[in-house]
């Protein structure tokens, strides 16, 4: 496994690897995204900066790729104006035509994508995937969050909910520590673990 921590998200948008070239591809699949579920544009965003961060480190046509805490459509974030964390990225990575698997504590069973709806404290969470058969796995603002810091309040539907969620997030070092190993188990040898990070390595 190569672990790869993001500390801005979007710093790719700046690099050198983002050449025009990439800025179409991504911005094709953002369009098609869009089409099918609606036009949104955090949604638009998460997909561009989500999938460039995929494609610096390989083509994921035909490939496995595991998004981990991919987004629901349920989560008390979402509302029809905001739809932030809907599962965006693997929604993308379906449409490019990589066999995304999405895993997320909240329903994805209306996704075309493999969604699989669990929770990621479980140590044996990533039990259903065979030893080394993923290609790359990410994690987009799982190990932190915006009710974590304060600014996702105005998302948040109900105290309840946000306090769930704060107890989920704040356990983001743990939540770490949980998924290491089993995703050493299931990466192919060198594959990457992308993961956007408060600092957790
Ligand atoms: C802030 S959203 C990010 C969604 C998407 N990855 C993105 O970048 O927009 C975090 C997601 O992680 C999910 N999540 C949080 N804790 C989880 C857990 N313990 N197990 C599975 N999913 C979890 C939430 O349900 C939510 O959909």
Same mark, same amino acid.
């Given at each position: 496994?190569?672990?790869?921590?993001?500390?801005?998200?979007?710093?790719?948008?700046?690099?050198?690897?983002?050449?025009?070239?990439?800025?179409?591809?991504?911005?094709?699949?953002?369009?098609?995204? &869009?089409?099918?579920? /609606?036009?949104?544009? %955090?949604?638009?965003?998460?997909?561009? $900066? /989500?999938?460039?961060?995929?494609?610096?480190?390989? @083509?994921?046509? *035909?490939?496995?790729? !595991?998004? #981990?805490? %991919? *987004?629901?459509?349920?989560?008390?974030?979402?509302?029809?104006?905001?739809?932030?964390?809907?599962?965006?990225?693997?929604?993308?990575?379906?449409?490019? *035509?990589?066999?995304?698997? =999405?895993? @997320?504590?909240?329903?994805?069973?209306?996704?075309?994508?493999? =969604?699989? $709806? !669990?929770?990621?404290?479980?140590?044996?969470?990533? @039990?259903? #995937? &065979?030893?080394?058969?993923?290609?790359?796995? %990410?994690?987009?603002?799982?190990?932190?969050?915006?009710?974590?810091? =304060?600014?996702?309040?105005? +998302? &948040?539907?109900?105290?309840?909910?946000?306090?769930?969620? @704060?107890?989920? +997030?704040?356990? *983001?070092?743990?939540?770490?520590?949980? !998924?290491?190993?089993?995703?050493?188990?299931? #990466?192919?040898?060198?594959?990457?673990?992308?993961?956007?990070? !408060?600092?957790?390595?």
């Amino acid at each position: 496994m190569n672990l790869v921590p993001i500390e801005n998200k979007n710093a790719i948008l700046e690099d050198p690897f983002f050449t025009q070239e990439v800025e179409g591809v991504v911005k094709n699949i953002a369009g098609k995204v &869009a089409t099918k579920y /609606g036009e949104d544009l %955090c949604g638009s965003y998460l997909v561009i $900066s /989500g999938l460039a961060q995929i494609l610096k480190f390989m @083509d994921p046509r *035909g490939k496995t790729v !595991l998004d #981990l805490g %991919c *987004g629901t459509i349920n989560s008390f974030y979402n509302n029809s104006e905001f739809r932030t964390f809907e599962p965006w990225l693997a929604r993308a990575l379906h449409e490019y *035509g990589a066999n995304a698997v =999405g895993v @997320d504590l909240g329903s994805l069973s209306s996704e075309e994508f493999r =969604g699989y $709806s !669990l929770d990621l404290r479980d140590p044996k969470a990533l @039990d259903f #995937l &065979a030893d080394g058969s993923v290609d790359a796995a %990410c994690a987009f603002s799982l190990f932190d969050s915006p009710t974590a810091n =304060g600014t996702g309040y105005k +998302m &948040a539907q109900s105290q309840k909910g946000r306090e769930y969620m @704060d107890e989920l +997030m704040t356990g *983001g070092p743990t939540l770490f520590q949980t !998924l290491v190993p089993q995703l050493k188990r299931v #990466l192919k040898p060198g594959a990457p673990f992308i993961y956007e990070s !408060l600092g957790i390595r």
